[in-house]
């Protein structure tokens, strides 16, 4: 089968932000398609996607040339060959001739990339996470255990939190579907007592609550009320994403959370009072993403007991990944595809996170779709770890309810066996 021809698509994202969607069919009728994401709490170090910023058009955010890009330079490229996401990966590198994608945009690139890993899949008769698993030469694929967002702050929500994402984790579960099931008693409950006390409360950009707390420790009060409403006291592990860059003073070099200045040596010691008080499992961009020493510092003390997971100090790239490990900046690492731009980059990233043993999360975005590409991922390179939002819109109980429907597949298939 060979590529007959690629198509790209305005659609978009669930914050009403255009987005790049791509369609690659094969010359025997059959396709395959994908839909990016944007973030909107990016760090530095991300690769470029592609907006028409000079043009007035829907403020600026169309991504028509990106999709330009993708007819008038990938397509001709690559149609007429095998679909084949590595090698045409790296031809997309290859046209881009950028650090960063800012030629082609990490959003057209990101596509054409995914839609040709489908083809692919669909050509070579496998289930995407199977090719996935092929292509890092792992011989077994494990669902991940999900972070899952119940309440939103920072950028995400319009309320005073400081904290960007207060999620919680099932451990110590049989199954992942049993882990949302004790996560939806969770959210539901949370949502129980917010109304009987008074609060209003809306949804925030990520599926989870946004509550008009005037401090996190309250966000971190109710979880704990509701777990133990829930009586999962046991089950149930804290995980923060501080999003710490955009709370930092460059001119004072300290941090404002909740209304109170912080150093980061002192952020340092906060975040190991929260661990004593509160069943904290993991901080997410717990520092700014450019302060390397106070990294080495924080995990030095607090990363035999706390995943100390970097994202914006990352951005799904292999030699950032490989500065951190190095200099034991982290033990964890946040994966996002288009923070990079390519199938083949990410997978990259993820597997030099596994052979030196730091942690795999891979995440979703705040510009999120419908597109549960996030779950073959985390599956295929049996990540460890997902994060995907809350138990609410669609955009992100669609890649938990793709978990579902992979888990229950590989159970038959394991019952089959015998």
């Not at 403020?59 to 996401?85: C, D, H």
Request: overall charge negative; charged content about 20%; glycine content about 8%.
């Amino acid at each position: 089968m060979k590529i007959e021809s690629i198509q790209a698509f305005e659609l978009f994202d669930a914050l009403g932000q255009p987005t790049v969607a791509c369609t690659v069919v094969l010359d025997n009728g059959i396709f395959a398609s994908s839909i990016v994401p944007s973030g909107q709490s990016k760090g530095s170090f991300e690769a470029k996607e592609l907006r028409d910023a000079k043009n007035k058009r829907l403020f600026g955010m169309g991504v028509s040339k990106a999709i330009e890009n993708i007819q008038t330079i990938i397509a001709p490229a690559l149609i007429g060959l095998p679909p084949a996401v590595v090698e045409m990966d790296l031809k997309m590198i290859e046209l881009d001739g950028t650090e960063d994608k800012s030629n082609l945009g990490s959003n057209a690139t990101l596509a054409v990339s995914i839609a040709i890993l489908r083809a692919q899949a669909i050509a070579e008769e496998l289930e995407v996470y199977e090719l996935i698993a092929h292509l890092c030469d792992y011989e077994r694929v494990t669902l991940p255990f999900g972070m899952f967002n119940l309440i939103n702050g920072g950028m995400h929500a319009h309320n005073k939190l400081s904290i960007q994402e207060f999620m919680i984790m099932p451990v110590g579960v049989d199954s992942f579907r049993s882990s949302v099931e004790i996560v939806a008693e969770v959210f539901h409950q949370s949502a129980l007592l917010l109304k009987k006390s008074g609060r209003f409360f809306g949804i925030g950009d990520e599926g989870g609550y946004s509550v008009p707390f005037d401090h996190d420790r309250e966000a971190l009060d109710l979880i704990m009320q509701a777990v133990h409403d829930c009586g999962m006291q046991k089950q149930i592990v804290i995980a923060l994403d501080v999003a710490a860059t955009r709370l930092y003073d460059e001119k004072l070099k300290t941090y404002k959370l909740s209304g109170k200045e912080y150093t980061a040596h002192e952020l340092i010691a906060y975040y190991d009072e929260l661990r004593k008080q509160y069943p904290l499992y993991s901080i997410e961009d717990g520092l700014h993403e450019s302060d390397w020493s106070s990294w080495q510092e924080m995990t030095k003390q607090l990363g035999d007991n706390l995943q100390i997971v970097g994202d914006d100090l990352f951005a799904t790239n292999a030699a950032r990944i490989a500065y951190g490990i190095e200099h034991q900046s982290a033990n964890a690492a946040v994966i996002k595809p288009n923070q990079v731009g390519t199938v083949t980059e990410t997978l990259q990233a993820i597997k030099l996170c596994k052979e030196y043993e730091m942690n795999v999360i891979v995440s979703h975005r705040s510009g999120e779709t419908e597109d549960t590409f996030l779950v073959d991922l985390a599956v295929g390179t049996s990540a460890g770890q997902i994060k995907a939002g809350g138990l609410m819109r669609s955009e992100r109980v669609s890649k938990y309810n793709a978990l579902l429907q992979i888990e229950d597949s590989l159970m038959g298939s394991l019952l089959d066996s015998y």
